[in-house]
């Protein structure tokens, strides 16, 4: 298992409690980081789940939820950054580590593949 990943994933939650802890709350907005919030801080929570997986079948179903929770993350990130253009360059880092992480899980999906 790659503790590695749930360290990293960890760190990229906190990021993204840190930033929209920051921006002032709008009826724009308030959705958007809500959804954000969820979605960013489920890839690590499911990640830690997978790495407790009790067979193949449900550490490959976690990990392909990892991965739509990261695509899931880059889609609020990207709305964010139009509600609010001052944290733009910021939201920018966020958005390719989330999109680094579909990229992992993309990976280790197609890697579990090939192993059937």
Known sequence: MNYDLEERTKRFSKAVIEEISKIKISDLNRNIINQLLRSATSIGANYREANGAS?????SSKIFICRREAQETEYWIELL?????????????????????VLIFNKISATL???Y
Do not use: M, P, Q, Y
């Open 55 to 59: 067979s193949r079948k449900d550490f």
């Open 81 to 101: 950054a139009t509600t609010n253009i001052e944290i733009k360059d910021k939201l920018r880092v966020l958005w390719k580590e989330a999109h680094e992480f």
């Open 113 to 115: 593949r090939k192993s």
